[in-house]
């Protein structure tokens, strides 16, 4: 079921920030390099471009032809025992600045949590890749993510069970609903009795990519460099492939009828005795194989190549995409499905593949029929779709863009900003999206009051709200500003590339000299003659009312983040792992393990930091403590508006509560 999951995480560290990028070439393709923090961060097209947000928005009323007419997908999710969590409320209200919707239903609904209390808010249910998907029923699903996070779907909601395993999960399969198997990371491979998952021994660490078997006694696992295990009822045993190319995926007609396909067109088959390369003039990796019977099989892979075995030969056939295709599922001679890259989902219908509207640009990963007209596909930020039997739809995300900053001014009214002008806000029930008026990307946030909130990104851009609309302030440059903080109404600051810094009067922004050129990133005060930025090579500068002046970190590593709960108690976070807390006098570097984006606190002895991938650190008063975030994403910001209700946003369109 699952193809090129090691090059999907790799993809994953692109739109989730763990790479860090100059310009485009520097990521793997498709992702493309985006300046946000002072620095490049790839980008997947699935992650920050597909679902609605920022200018564009889900402007009022679905995706026209194809998508959901009328408002877009009604509250509780999609009718018919299919997708649930709640769904994309449609419309937007006129006047307001609203793009399209939020999550229906009069109430926060039902939230995915980790064992610390962090919960999903949004993407719904949970926005983890969603690697395979897998059942028995309309009312028995799995989804498995790269996280290693498990959801079972039971007819009327997705339910978060324990795994057991931090290592990401990349394919899934069961004999029955009490006998089911996945398979990842570092030779992971766990089984479902029909009450909890266990682990159980692989014999190796390298990376398994599907699994897929006849019955409880006849079980398959392929991985990367050729590794083929079987299961036979008492432990896995190691099969020789006769290849060292990655085996992508695997499935059969019979127990002694079974078929592996990979790397460059690798395909093998296992006739019962033994494995066996085919051979073929297909060039293309091939991640993915089903079939309806031995003599109707489908393969697909790399560039949208799609071919087939007809009993005695195989045949490349024409693709309608050159997306690469993830998944294929063969439900008869004249019914297949294809999900892959870019929202691709393509049909079969006996005489032709076809390409369907999606509704995303999201990746779609891993596709499963639980009837011929409930289909679901899941992939990349958590995405869920389903085919109702005459159109695809979904009710996961109102964006699954990279998120870079969160504040507000109380439990009831925040606001989160992001690529390419995304803008959302939270009204104390649920996330809307909102019109920014621009398409650069947004980086930071102040805010004073409900009616009074600054944005800042690239290209020199600052918005401000005043209590209606966000309008675009003259800054008086080009330079990105990426860090934003304010005493007051008429005396806010912005700093940013080549060590910018401006000042606003409550009439217009204006340049102060900061001695240095480095970039800054962070920005933070306790007044107007106390205020602290933080950037390059560990560059730290003060404000003391007059000017700003060096104040030396004892740190070369970058700083992301700064702040403090009074002049002679400030922290300072960044690369390498980098922790700095200020006593009044000097730097201090903490010890640390975590690599860090931001921090934020509502009082000296209560402060949490955020970094990558999905670190979260709490301070006590006395020492750091881990805390489980339930993602793997990149989390760039943190903000709360008291000790019980704190919020964090990052990669694809990642927004956590904590609700002790």
Not at 63 to 84: D, F, K, N, Y
Request: proline share 3%; net charge negative.
């Amino acid at each position: 079921m699952r193809a090129a999951i090691a090059a999907l995480l790799t993809l994953t560290a692109c739109d989730s920030g763990l790479r860090k990028c100059r310009t485009t070439p520097d990521c793997i393709a498709p992702a493309t390099c985006v300046e946000a923090r002072g620095e490049g961060i790839c980008v997947y097209p699935g992650a920050d471009g597909g679902i609605g947000g920022g200018n564009s928005g889900v402007a009022g009323g679905g995706a026209a032809g194809g998508g959901v007419a009328g408002g877009g997908v009604a509250g509780g999710g999609v009718a018919g025992g299919g997708v649930a969590g709640g769904g994309v409320a449609g419309g937007g209200v006129a006047g307001s600045g609203v793009a399209g919707g939020g999550v229906a239903g009069g109430g926060e609904p039902s939230a995915i949590c980790s064992a610390d209390r962090w919960c999903w808010a949004h993407p719904l249910p949970q926005g983890n890749d969603l690697s395979a998907v897998w059942g028995t029923s309309d009312t028995n699903v799995w989804a498995i993510s790269s996280s290693g996070t498990a959801l079972r779907w039971n007819g009327a909601s997705w339910v978060r069970v324990g795994t057991g395993t931090a290592h990401g999960l990349a394919a899934i399969w069961g004999s029955s609903a009490n006998d089911v198997w996945a398979v990842g990371a570092a030779g992971t491979i766990i089984r479902w009795n029909g009450t909890s998952w266990s682990a159980v021994g692989s014999g190796t660490t390298t990376y398994l990519n599907d699994v897929w078997g006849t019955g409880p006694n006849d079980v398959w696992a392929v991985g990367n460099t050729g590794t083929i295990l079987h299961w036979t009822g008492g432990a896995w045993m190691s099969v020789a492939s006769g290849t060292t190319r990655g085996l992508r995926e695997v499935w059969g007609s019979t127990a002694n009828d079974v078929w592996a396909v990979g790397d460059l067109g690798t395909i093998l088959r296992w006739d019962g005795t033994a494995w066996s390369s085919f051979s073929t003039t297909i060039t293309s990796s091939l991640l993915t194989i089903s079939g309806s019977s031995g003599s109707d099989i489908w393969a697909a892979g790399g560039s949208g190549s799609i071919v087939r075995w007809n009993g005695s030969s195989w045949t490349e056939l024409s693709s309608p995409t050159t997306n690469q295709i993830e998944d294929i599922v063969s439900i008869a001679p004249n019914n297949a499905w294809c999900v892959g890259y870019n929202g691709t989902i393509l049909h079969w219908n006996g005489t032709a593949w076809t390409s369907i509207a999606s509704e995303t640009n999201s990746a779609l990963l891993g596709i499963f029929p639980a009837s011929a007209n409930n289909i679901l596909a899941v992939g990349a930020a958590g995405m869920i779709a389903r085919w109702n039997g005459s159109a695809w739809a979904s009710a996961s995300a109102l964006t699954d863009r990279t998120m870079f900053d969160v504040e507000g001014s109380s439990a009831t009214d925040a606001w989160a900003v992001g690529v390419s002008g995304t803008l959302l806000r939270w009204n104390g029930i649920n996330w809307q999206n909102w019109v920014s008026g621009t398409t650069q990307t947004l980086v930071s946030l102040w805010v004073r009051s409900a009616n009074d909130a600054w944005a800042s990104g690239t290209n020199g851009t600052i918005l401000r709200w005043n209590g209606s609309s966000w309008g675009a302030v003259t800054s008086g440059t080009t330079n990105s500003l990426e860090a934003l903080w304010g005493s007051g109404s008429n005396d806010v600051w912005a700093a940013g590339q080549g060590g910018v810094v401006f000042r606003w009067n409550g009439t217009s922004w204006t340049s102060v000299p900061s001695g240095t050129t480095n970039y800054l990133f962070a920005l933070w005060g306790s007044g107007p003659t106390d205020v602290w930025a933080g950037g390059l090579n560990g560059t730290i500068i003060h404000w003391n009312g007059t000017s700003w002046s060096d104040s030396p970190s004892g740190t070369t590593n970058s700083l992301r983040g700064i702040w403090g709960s009074g002049p002679n108690d400030v922290w300072a976070v960044g690369d390498n792992n980098t922790l700095l807390r200020w006593g009044g006098s000097s730097w201090t570097s903490i010890p640390n393990s975590r690599p860090l984006n931001a921090i934020w606190g509502n009082q000296g002895g209560d402060v949490w930091a955020v970094g990558t991938p999905g670190v979260l650190l709490r301070w006590n008063g006395s020492s750091w403590l881990s805390v489980a975030s339930e993602t793997n994403n990149y989390l760039g910001s943190v903000w709360g508006s008291g000790p019980d209700d704190v919020w964090v946003v990052g990669g694809k369109g990642t927004i956590l509560r904590y609700r002790p």
